[in-house]
């Protein structure tokens, strides 16, 4: 039962920045480890940020370190991610995804339920 919906992307000039949302729903968010991804046109869907169920600890894929930031209010049952000096190549479209328990952080096989993707368009 439990369903995630991206929000939050658009048209945004090199160096400005974005806030993306993933609303949960289905189960108290504290049950699961969350992560985000982003995907170019015919490119692999690539790591991007993953946190922990009570937001402690975090990973950054290195293309975001520094820039991005991954967080998530349990009791507003969302995840964000807040996204500064955003540049060109971090065009792509984003998806939020549950961890699936037992797997690799950094890959799409170790998440388990998924949301539709936002658009996130990086002018220069």
């Known amino acids: 039962q439990v369903q995630l919906v991206e929000s939050g992307g658009g048209l945004v000039q090199a160096g400005g920045s974005l806030r993306l949302s993933c609303a949960v729903s289905?189960?108290?968010?504290?049950?699961?480890?969350m992560g985000w991804f982003r995907q170019r046109p015919g490119k692999e869907r690539e790591f991007v940020a993953h946190?922990?169920?009570?937001?402690?600890?975090?990973f950054y894929a290195d293309s975001v370190k520094g820039r991005f930031t991954i967080t998530r209010d349990n009791a507003k049952k969302t995840v964000y991610l807040q996204m500064n000096r955003l540049k060109y190549e971090d065009t792509a479209v984003y998806f939020c995804a549950r961890d699936g328990e037992g797997g690799s952080v950094y890959t799409t096989a170790g998440y388990d339920v998924w949301g539709q993707g936002t658009q996130v368009t990086v002018s220069p």
């Open positions: 289905g189960r108290t968010l504290s049950d699961y480890r």
């Open positions: 946190i922990s169920r009570n937001g402690i600890t975090t």
